[in-house]
């Protein structure tokens, strides 16, 4: 079984319409972390949590929400989606060690028609 | 802001070719990563470089962390049809505002000919 899993896997919308991305994950990572990823550009970073009761923004927060339901749920929600926002979007879980290394989900292809 | 400048972005190559994919920045970083990503799955990591020039093999793979921590390569040996992906680099920085975050490179799309 994926150590952190994402719904949907895929999915095509229209300009206006509000959209969820759901993060899960069996780590037991405290932090968990929303990108998007576009070609030539990386991975970009929209919000981010250290626990349930910490959320930050990250650098391209803007058009985005979130939200830290437990410890191993984050969602990201695109409230009035626009077609600059058809990316991939990853969700990635850490603990706190001097490397921070990320374990990311398989992705969401996000379609804003 | 750190930036880490990843080159190239492009790497199309036969099979049996070496390669060096690069990441350099004029930060300083307390570890870099080295990730690989295939179509349809999210970025795997590959390896963990912490100390100023340090080496490490991972089978054909070299990673190495520049002597002052701001820089680091990745080399590949006979380059195989397996290798193919995307690579990407990332920063990570024990304080200040970049705690708990990394800073990833803009990615290297390797082609393996057979």
């Known amino acids: 079984d994926a150590d952190v899993t994402q719904t949907p896997r895929n999915r095509i919308t229209k300009t206006g319409k509000r959209i969820m991305l759901e993060c899960s994950q069996t780590?037991?990572?405290?932090?968990m972390y929303w990108y998007r990823q576009d070609p030539g550009l990386g991975l970009r970073l929209i919000y981010y949590?250290?626990?349930?009761?910490?959320?930050n923004k990250g650098e391209i927060s803007d058009g985005y929400s979130v939200s830290r339901q437990a410890q191993a749920k984050f969602s990201l929600s695109l409230e009035s989606a626009i077609p600059n926002q058809t990316a991939l979007y990853f969700c990635?879980?850490?603990?706190?060690?001097?490397?921070?290394?990320?374990?990311f989900g398989p992705g969401t292809r996000l379609t804003v028609l | 802001t750190q930036l880490l400048e990843q080159s190239p972005q492009f790497l199309s190559i036969q099979e049996g070719e070496n390669l060096t994919v690069y990441c350099n920045s004029s930060?300083?970083?307390?570890?870099l990563q080295w990730y690989r990503q295939e179509p349809g799955e999210g970025p795997v990591l590959l390896v963990t470089?912490?100390?100023?020039?340090e080496v490490k093999k991972l089978k054909r793979l070299t990673f190495q962390f520049g002597d002052a921590r701001k820089d680091s390569s990745l080399h590949i040996t006979a380059a195989q049809p397996g290798d193919t992906g995307l690579y990407l680099c990332?920063?990570?920085?024990?304080?200040?505002?970049?705690?708990?975050?990394?800073?990833f490179g803009q990615g290297t799309i390797l082609t393996v000919h057979p």
């Open positions: 990635a879980t850490s603990v706190a060690t001097r490397t921070d290394t990320q374990y």
């Open positions: 780590k037991g990572h405290d932090r």
């Open positions: 949590s250290f626990d349930v009761k910490d959320i």
């Open positions: 930060s300083v970083f307390s570890s």
């Open positions: 470089v912490v100390t100023g020039g």
């Open positions: 990332a920063g990570a920085n024990a304080g200040g505002t970049s705690y708990g975050k990394l800073t």
